[in-house]
């Protein structure tokens, strides 16, 4: 039976980096990851190119778009646009194409990809796990991570993350053109989707195009893109597929690790409730999952709670911001686009959320500040 420092169940984006940050490290790691490689990914692929410190390597060939402004509407009209001019911009990725360079990387140094499998059984002997896959497939670890998306099986398996996780609904499609989207914006469209927002996102030549509802779990069907979204984005022609998914979003400050077990990604309920902003919490998670799990391997140690706790602090006090923004703002929106986003310092704040130059505690300290000034005065 063959015997590995790390398994890791899931081969996208949070699977991969931690993958490829181990294995840069130089500790034997496989990845087991179901489906065959280059299927459509419904991920929109907006990021903030400051991740890229979390990233070790260049990344250039699955960017599509840079960004420089974004256009946000209110039933196709009321415009707010926000400059991204600054110093960090926000790239769109194409996310099959970001998550094979992580795993091809990965592999350049020494990393075994295991697909397509899934993992059926997870045993535990001393100090060892005992991994066994749907074709029979059978190793051992010493840690394990969990990277198997918002569908996690594993997560609560081992009790990482929120017992009973929250999920926002979303569907997808990409539509070949760019309609009416210029090639460096992004389009936030609201009022046609109840407790939530539209996007269009620009790639070379197509649009990665999306639903998604953050409260009340409303359902989203095809009637609902066809009527209105398409066509408030210049595009016509609907006869490509849609994908539905289900994205486990934050939902409170938890433990995301166990004994010689760890949750990142989805997995790990990082997804921001208000914008859906998943990759960035998946790079911070592998990095911080790969340098704690490396800490323990180079010292014979076993304690993971430095993880949560920096995953709590760096991702969690923000996030607990961004679920009352978007409880808030989901349930009274239009008021919620009046007084948030077409407030004179919005646009700029909001640039500086997407670009990863200020995060919701920082912003909501600040309003908090500015009303107690107020009621001073
Ligand atoms: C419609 C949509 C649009 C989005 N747009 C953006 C955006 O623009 N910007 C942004 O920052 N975030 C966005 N997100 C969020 C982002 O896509 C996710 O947060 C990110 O993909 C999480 O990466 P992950 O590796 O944790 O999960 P995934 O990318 O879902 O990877 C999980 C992997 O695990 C595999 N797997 C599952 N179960 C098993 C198993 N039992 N055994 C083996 N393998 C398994 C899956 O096949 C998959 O490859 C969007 C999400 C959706 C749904």
Not at 65 to 84: G, M, Q, T
Not at 161 to 169: T, V
Not at 199 to 221: Q, R, V
């Amino acid at each position: 039976m063959k015997n590995f420092d790390v398994v890791i169940i899931g081969g996208g984006l949070s699977g991969s980096s931690t993958a490829l940050n181990l294995s840069k490290k130089g500790f034997s790691v496989l990845i087991i990851e179901k489906r065959q490689e280059g299927i459509f990914k419904p991920c929109a692929g907006g990021m903030a190119s400051s991740m890229t410190k979390f990233l070790p390597l260049n990344i250039d060939q699955a960017i599509e778009s840079k960004i420089k402004n974004v256009e946000f509407r209110w039933e196709s009209s009321d415009e707010v646009i926000a400059d991204l001019s600054g110093e960090s911009p926000f790239w769109i990725v194409r996310r099959e194409k970001l998550d094979k360079l992580l795993i091809d990387e990965a592999q350049k140094f020494g990393c075994e990809l295991r697909r397509p499998a899934h993992v059926e059984r997870i045993t535990r002997q001393s100090k060892n796990w005992t991994i066994l896959c749907n074709d029979n497939f059978i190793c051992k670890s010493k840690f394990l991570v969990i990277a198997d998306g918002s569908q996690s099986q594993w997560a609560g398996y081992f009790n990482l993350g929120p017992r009973k996780p929250k999920f926002a609904n979303t569907l997808a499609l990409r539509m070949e053109g760019l309609g009416n989207i210029s090639k460096d914006s992004v389009r936030f469209e609201f009022g046609f989707i109840k407790y939530g927002f539209a996007w269009a996102f620009p790639l070379k030549e197509s649009l990665n195009i999306g639903l998604g509802t953050f409260i009340n779990n409303k359902l989203l069907d095809d009637e609902f893109l066809n009527n209105k979204v398409i066509k408030s984005f210049g595009l016509e022609d609907f006869s490509f597929k849609t994908v539905k998914k289900k994205l486990r979003i934050w939902n409170g400050i938890h433990k995301l690790h166990g004994d010689r077990v760890i949750a990142v990604g989805d997995a790990a309920s990082l997804c921001d409730p208000f914008l859906a902003e998943g990759i960035r919490p998946s790079l911070i998670s592998s990095f911080h999952a790969a340098e704690c799990i490396s800490q323990c391997l180079s010292q014979d140690g076993e304690d993971l709670s430095p993880y949560s706790t920096n995953l709590n602090n760096e991702w969690g006090k923000s996030m607990a911001w961004g679920k009352r923004i978007a409880q808030v703002f989901y349930r009274f929106p239009k008021t919620g686009y009046q007084l948030g986003i077409k407030r004179k310092t919005a646009p700029q704040r909001i640039a500086q959320i997407l670009s990863g130059e200020m995060n919701y505690e920082d912003i909501a300290k600040r309003v908090i500040k500015r009303l107690l000034t107020r009621s001073e005065t």
